[in-house]
């Protein structure tokens, strides 16, 4: 794996920590709701539902990321949140979009300090776009995998495999089961000359 396409992969791993750190920020207000369901009577079933969720985050006056989704609901008796177009955007120094992750649905669960984003997961970052069925964040390992014909995809490096784990702690990527790299070179010379 080239040097590039590594350190690319590395800075989107530390991207979605601190987006899924995020989530520890939305732990809270779950559990304020938690703690009220569990004040009201026995026999009332209670689930929230909330549209147009935005969490955000900053430091020193610059925006570092936003998490939104059209919409959420919370189930009271299993814990966990249940997300409508989850969207995670990061921010440079700057201010400029430095990486974004989408997928149509997004589940957390506060008991097992899991979140999931599912089907057609893309995150996007500069040249680099890594896509998969579904992303699984496991909050007690700090890992990321990814499943369901991942890809990691360069422009002149396309990697495929059926499973991608990236380690939040060390930063290393694994791809497994079958994987397959593709490479173009780009400048490629015509009629046999050599590429300058």
Known sequence: MSKKLSIAVLALAALVAIGMWGWSLFKPQVEDLADIQARLPADLDVDVSVEGITLSQG?????????QASSATYDTEDGSAELENPEIVYFGDSGEESARIVAPRGTVDRETDTMTMYPDVTAFYGEVIVRGERLVYQGKTREITITGNA????????????????????RDMRAMDGVEVETTMRGAAKDGENPK
């Open 59 to 67: 430091k020193d006056g610059k925006e570092l990321w936003t998490l």
């Open 151 to 170: 890809t990691v995809d360069r422009g002149d490096v396309l990697i495929q495999a059926p499973r991608l784990v990236i380690d939040l702690t060390t």
